[in-house]
């Protein structure tokens, strides 16, 4: 066995045991941390890689979150059967707002996608689909029940518990799914794209299809976060979903390190707890706390976690 | 024989007396200690509802005073009020912080409609009580359903039923027309106006709704005219408020005037629309309008003065939210002190649902009174006329107690 796959096996053996070390609600914080790696991976996809801003992808989280309540208030299905519609429903709504925004470039994408941003709340609460959504008052979920009774640590497997592991089999699969997309082909042709896009096209990429395409997927991952972020919560309402969140999101994007899979992980933990830990620090100006910790961030890793830990893997100190 | 039987009673009885005790006050709720009640709150510090942060520094403000003031029952309140800023998701993670790792005997005064919805269902099914939860919305009194819950305000339907009882006391033949914003809020309204009229619904000659997102309401306004209605109902948030005082005034119909009292307030509303086009104008109020001057002399009102100089020095007097906030949390105490010894959650609840009352910022002649059926704390109200320059009382006080 060679010391890669010992590494595997550790890290492995840790996530299995890890919701059993702590109490329900800090489970309960860990999921909301993976939906929302899972959300910033999907932007990540787009803008890391793609070169494409969205401020826009609180949307797509929404209409994820929404698609699976919706399933699952009305037509009785079980939250694990939502994520692959949610996911599908957020393809075509990426496509359907990507392919438009081909002649939109940097800051009129951003603007574009945070208008979609701003819109969301807003129809959410439209009158003619208040019968499916609940309008303001959203939609109460029922958690996925525990199949089995286990106990570990004096710990039982409860609902919580039970969601972590679901949450970190569909959160491995779609960061195997997307390290091994980037790393090959179509990951190339994302990056000749972001960084020369004449060149790009004269190599044979059609740019159309690609772009759009890059902005379905990002999409689609986002969305199945926000069908897991509503069943962890177990509620959706248009409040839930203001711009704030997609700017969140870009904020995790950045701060993990734009361009990477695995920082996602790392931007999802600030987007996460740095509000929390701001909170503590001022009750009276959270937010200007949250501001000053960014900023200190970007300065001292102006490439994110991961710029930060390459560089110190290489030993650079420049 | 007799005696020694009597006697032998006695001491069984006082024994099973001892052990019930005993064995009630061992239940007491997390958080409980000899000297300490740990209670919890969320509230929109940051985001797009945060002028409402003024009522949890209200909050604060008035434990510090509890506590300066030997607690309740010898036991100090421990406040624990965190930011949610209005979203739903952050409003679980931090409820369930506050009871799961906190430990808090209970959640107290949470504001806002979604936010409290998105905690509804958990807090019922951990039962833990969620007391006086601010939100207009009729769902909050739900006994059967939701026994862990209880709101405080008089709800929309509450009010709607007494504009109702008021149209069919002084104009019994009224044409009315409907004005309402497409909503819960504005439907909670109309319900509660049809639940008054109750037979007499078609009185009701037309109602016409309007979206947040529209520019104006003016097409509304004169449709409502054309119907023919006599007397107006118009539940309308601030902005639209104003616009149909103003477009009523334009067009020369001087309806009889229901205004709700989501949009009273002098100086967003009435001075704006103009002041000389409502005069006449009904409402309804509840609490003292503390830039009300006939509140000045008032008993009640100047205690709260002394509190509001002496606790929150740096408040401004006019806002309206410091009272609100100020008699949620009086009310709460009543409750805690009631429960005594025994703060066991179930008691907590109990006593929540056996009150009766008065707050001193509260007007005159309304309670605060509950029962195990009735979870609507305030349902009274008295109406108001806009003279042009303030709105002055008048009437009897309206609601079912």
Not at chain 2, 164 to 169: D, K, R, V, Y
Not at chain 2, 327 to 333: L, Y
């Amino acid at each position: 066995m060679n010391l890669r796959s010992i590494h595997t096996l550790w890290i492995a053996a840790v996530l299995v045991v890890l919701p059993f070390l702590f109490e329900d609600f800090t489970v309960f914080q860990i999921n909301l941390m993976l939906v929302y790696a899972i959300a910033v991976l999907g932007l990540n996809v787009l803008t890391g890689y793609g070169g494409q801003i969205s401020l826009g992808h609180g949307a797509f989280y929404a209409i994820g979150a929404y698609t699976a309540a919706v399933l699952m208030e009305h037509a009785q299905m079980s939250a694990y059967m939502t994520l692959p519609i949610a996911g599908l429903i957020s393809l075509v709504a990426g496509i359907l707002v990507g392919f438009p925004a081909l002649r939109l470039a940097g800051h009129y994408l951003a603007l574009a996608t945070f208008a979609l941003a701003m819109a969301i709340p807003q129809l959410l609460k439209y009158d003619s689909f208040e019968h499916y959504t609940g309008g303001v008052q959203g939609l109460v979920l029922m958690k996925p029940e525990v199949p089995f009774e286990f106990e570990l640590f004096g710990q039982e497997l409860n609902d919580d518990r039970w969601l972590y592991y679901f949450i970190l089999l569909v959160g491995t699969f779609i960061f195997w799914v997307c390290s091994n997309l980037m790393k090959g082909r179509i990951g190339r042709a994302i990056m000749a794209i972001r960084e020369q896009p004449i060149a790009a096209g004269a190599l044979g990429i059609n740019l159309a299809a690609v772009k759009t395409m890059t902005f379905g997927l990002s999409a689609a991952i986002t969305g199945i976060a926000g069908a897991l972020g509503a069943v962890t919560v177990a509620y959706v309402a248009p409040d839930s979903f203001l711009a704030f969140l997609s700017i969140s999101i870009l904020v995790g994007a950045v701060v993990g390190g734009l361009g990477t899979i695995w920082g996602a992980l790392f931007g999802a933990a600030f987007i996460q707890f740095i509000p929390n830990v701001a909170d503590e620090i001022s009750k009276s100006a959270p937010w200007a706390v949250y501001g000053a910790i960014l900023i200190a961030l970007i300065y001292v890793a102006p490439g994110g976690v991961m710029g930060l830990l390459r560089k110190l893997k290489k030993g650079d100190t420049a | 024989m007799k005696i020694k039987f009597a006697l032998a009673s006695v001491a069984v009885g006082a024994a099973l007396a001892l052990s019930s005790t005993a064995a009630l006050a061992a239940k007491n709720a997390p958080g409980v200690t000899d000297t300490e009640i740990k209670i919890g709150n969320h509230m929109p510090y940051s985001g797009p509802a945060s002028a409402y942060g003024a009522i949890g520094q209200a909050f604060t403000a008035y434990f510090k005073y509890v506590n300066d003031n030997g607690g309740v029952n010898g036991r100090k309140i421990n406040f624990i009020s965190l930011d949610d800023g209005y979203s739903p998701p952050k409003t679980v993670e931090q409820v369930r912080k506050m009871v799961e790792q906190e430990k808090v005997a209970l959640i107290f005064g949470g504001l806002g409609t979604p936010t409290n919805s998105a905690v509804h269902k958990y807090l019922n099914s951990k039962k833990v009580p969620m007391l006086f939860v601010q939100t207009g919305a009729t769902k909050w009194g739900d006994p059967k359903g939701h026994p862990w819950t209880m709101g405080w305000q008089p709800n929309y339907q509450a009010e709607g039923k007494i504009y109702a009882s008021h149209i069919l006391e002084t104009n019994p033949n009224a044409k009315i027309g409907v004005l309402y914003q497409n909503d819960d809020y504005g439907k909670d309204y109309l319900k509660g106006l049809e639940d008054g009229l109750g037979a007499k619904k078609s009185m009701i000659v037309a109602a016409a709704s309007y979206e947040t997102s529209d520019p104006s309401i003016d097409n509304q306004m004169v449709a409502l005219k054309a119907a023919g209605a006599n007397t107006f109902f118009n539940v309308t948030t601030p902005k639209f408020a104003a616009q149909a005082i103003k477009k009523a005034a334009e067009m020369g119909w001087k309806p009889t005037h229901y205004l709700n009292s989501v949009s009273s307030s002098a100086g967003s509303v009435m001075i704006p629309a103009g002041a000389e086009n409502c005069i006449g104008c009904i409402t309804s109020a509840y609490l003292m309008d503390p830039t009300d001057p006939q509140w000045e002399s008032n008993k009640g009102f100047q205690e709260y003065k002394a509190w509001l100089a002496k606790y929150m020095p740096d408040a401004n007097i006019k806002n309206n939210l410091y009272v609100t906030g100020y008699a949620h949390a009086i009310t709460m105490m009543q409750v805690l002190k009631q429960a005594g010894n025994d703060l066991s959650r179930a008691n907590i609840m109990k006593q929540a649902a056996n009150l009766d009352m008065e707050v001193g910022v509260l007007m005159p002649g309304i309670k605060v009174k509950t029962s195990p059926t009735d979870f609507y704390p305030v349902e009274n109200k008295q109406l108001a006329r806009w003279t042009g320059k303030s709105w002055e009382l008048f009437g009897p006080i309206y609601g079912p107690k």
